[in-house]
């Protein structure tokens, strides 16, 4: 167990449809990351928070956005969703920018 | 020159065999090389890391060899069980830098 939680789990929701995705960090961690998986493929970096403010941002659609919270926890909202938005989307948090990221377990997306 | 390439794509060793995966970088910042494992369906955990002040480094079956020079860094699995099938990923970044950076990960399949 990273320490590092993801709600839901398991998102099964239809096209054109808006969802949120939601992490809370190891204890201690100030940098939320957000990556993109999809079948058989790699990680694909999305966005990165540190203390509350946007530090980088990657590959993340303009139909994404994520806020970090004042309590560190940071959500991840997808909108008008299309099949290929089906993923694992998962959460990372570290000490800092540039420390060992721990993962989430994940949230399964399935757009139909 | 923020890539991280690794090779192969994909491995299938006999049970008591060594696995090699290798990675290679071009940003001489980067100061911290770790080595992520991911199972199906979960998210990606760390196995094992390296500073570019050692040239070796070693835990259980696990080895990191690191080759400053050359910009190269590997991952050895000493005596692989089918228990060790699993993608994995490795990883480049500067300390308390704002770059973390993945390769696009090595899906190991071990034959019992």
């Known amino acids: 167990d990273s320490g590092v939680t993801q709600t839901p789990k398991h998102l099964i929701t239809a096209t054109g449809q808006r969802v949120t995705l939601r992490c809370s960090p190891r204890s201690g961690d100030l940098s939320v990351y957000w990556y993109q998986q999809s079948l058989d493929q790699g990680l694909q970096f999305l966005i990165q928070?540190?203390?509350?403010?946007?530090?980088a941002k990657g590959n993340i659609l303009e139909r994404f956005s994520a806020q970090q919270f004042p309590d560190l926890h940071s959500e991840l909202n997808l909108s008008s969703l299309e099949l290929g938005d089906s993923a694992l989307y998962f959460c990372?948090?570290?000490?800092?920018?540039?420390?060992?990221?721990?993962f989430g377990p994940g949230t399964r997306l399935l757009v139909l | 020159q923020q890539q991280v390439k690794q090779s192969p794509q994909s491995l299938i060793v006999q049970k008591g065999g060594i696995s090699i995966i290798n990675c290679a970088y071009e940003?001489?910042?980067?100061?911290?090389f770790p080595w992520y494992q991911q199972f199906p369906g979960k998210g990606p955990a760390l196995l094992i890391a390296?500073?570019?002040?050692?040239s070796e480094k070693k835990e259980g079956r696990f080895t990191i060899s690191f080759n400053k020079s050359a910009k190269q860094f590997s991952l050895h699995i000493m005596d692989s069980q089918p228990g060790d099938s699993a993608t994995y990923f490795c990883a480049a970044s500067m300390n308390y830098g704002q770059n973390f950076v993945f390769g696009p990960g090595t899906r190991l399949s071990v034959l019992p």
């Open positions: 390296i500073r570019p002040d050692v």
């Open positions: 990372a948090s570290s000490v800092d920018s540039g420390a060992t990221q721990y």
């Open positions: 940003n001489t910042a980067f100061d911290y």
């Open positions: 928070y540190y203390n509350g403010e946007e530090r």
